[in-house]
């Protein structure tokens, strides 16, 4: 019956067109959906074009997908001005910043004018499904997709379900999830769900051990790659998924589980104030402008 019902989706709509939702429109494009891809800021909306067929065409350099892919999966992938050119689509994944109240106005729109059997789906890190899910008139219809960064590289997808998400939809999302190349983990509606859950205190105690002069960035995440297996460092890590989306992530723990253990580090809170959010705003823990020794720093994966 599932696999049924994942024919039924031909069109995905990703709303967000940031560092997440480009990666996985790209994604949905190259496992052969045709995807509409919207952002509110147009500017972001074409540079997410143009990422995403360089990221294409390096991994066909590289091997990882056949030469026919990208100009194919270019072709899947369509950019839209609006949200409403989005009602077609089968199933929509928001990926947009991590807001409660800006992603719930979002939910309320899609479900006003998509069709009654679309399934909408959220690239959340922390924030609860069930409520978001209470916004729409659908709520067996939601669920969380949670997509590591990068997601066209990374493998695993944590699926969350929401108090009503039905069984029948976790099924299609999970057997999709699948036929993008993926590995499935299920995790119930919890603050931070697996993996951020885990992770965020780990890269919050990373803050307090600096900001409390126990060691430098370096010998902290030093410590972490060779001490414990690690690809990159806790500090290296939060600059690359970003640290305004870390705190949010450890806000919503904090909130939502009601333990002091999960206050974010002042420091983390201060960097952020300043704009200092990690790589995609050049600055973060390091400085990843032109010449500094940081911008060599290639991480590898994250959440
Ligand atoms: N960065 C990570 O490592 C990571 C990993 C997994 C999940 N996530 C989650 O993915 C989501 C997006 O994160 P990101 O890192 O891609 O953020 P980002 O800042 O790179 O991108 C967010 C995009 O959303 C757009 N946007 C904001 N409000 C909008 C609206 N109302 N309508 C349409 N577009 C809107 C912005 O213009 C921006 O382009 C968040 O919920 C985040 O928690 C992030």
Do not use: W
Not at 31 to 47: I, N, P, T
Not at 105 to 119: G, N, Q, R, T, W
Not at 152 to 161: C, S, Y
Not at 163 to 187: H, P
């Amino acid at each position: 019956m599932a696999n049924d019902l994942e024919k039924a989706i031909s069109t995905i709509g990703v709303i967000g067109a940031g560092q997440m939702g480009s990666g996985i429109a790209q994604l949905a494009a190259t496992a052969g959906f045709s995807v509409l891809l919207h952002d509110s800021d147009s500017a972001a909306l074409a540079r997410a074009e143009g990422i995403i067929s360089a990221s294409l065409r390096r991994l066909a350099s590289k091997g990882h997908i056949s030469q026919a892919v990208p100009d194919e999966a270019m072709k899947r992938l369509k950019l839209a001005s609006s949200i409403q050119e989005l009602r077609t689509a089968d199933l929509v994944i928001e990926a947009i910043i991590e807001s409660e109240a800006i992603k719930k106005k979002i939910f309320i729109e899609l479900d006003k004018i998509l069709k009654p059997s679309a399934i909408l789906a959220s690239n959340t890190s922390s924030i609860s499904i069930t409520r978001l899910a209470s916004a729409t008139s659908r709520p067996s219809q939601v669920i969380g997709m949670h997509f590591m960064n990068p997601p066209p590289i990374m493998k695993l997808i944590e699926i969350v379900r929401g108090a009503d998400t039905s069984d029948e939809v976790f099924a299609i999302i999970k057997s999709l999830s699948e036929r993008m190349g993926k590995t499935v983990i299920c995790s119930q509606d919890y603050p931070g769900f697996i993996v951020n859950r885990i992770l965020m205190p780990m890269i919050n105690e990373a803050f307090y051990t600096l900001y409390t002069g126990v060691a430098t960035k370096e010998d902290i995440d030093t410590g972490m790659k060779l001490g414990t297996n690690h690809p990159m460092g806790p500090l290296e890590l939060a600059d690359f998924i970003g640290l305004d989306v870390c705190l949010s992530i450890l806000r919503v723990l904090h909130n939502g589980l009601g333990d002091d253990k999960y206050s974010p580090c002042p420091l983390l809170v201060q960097y952020v104030d300043a704009g200092r959010l990690g790589r995609k705003r050049g600055i973060g823990v390091y400085s990843y402008q032109k010449g500094s020794n940081a911008a060599a720093l290639k991480p590898r994966s994250s959440l």
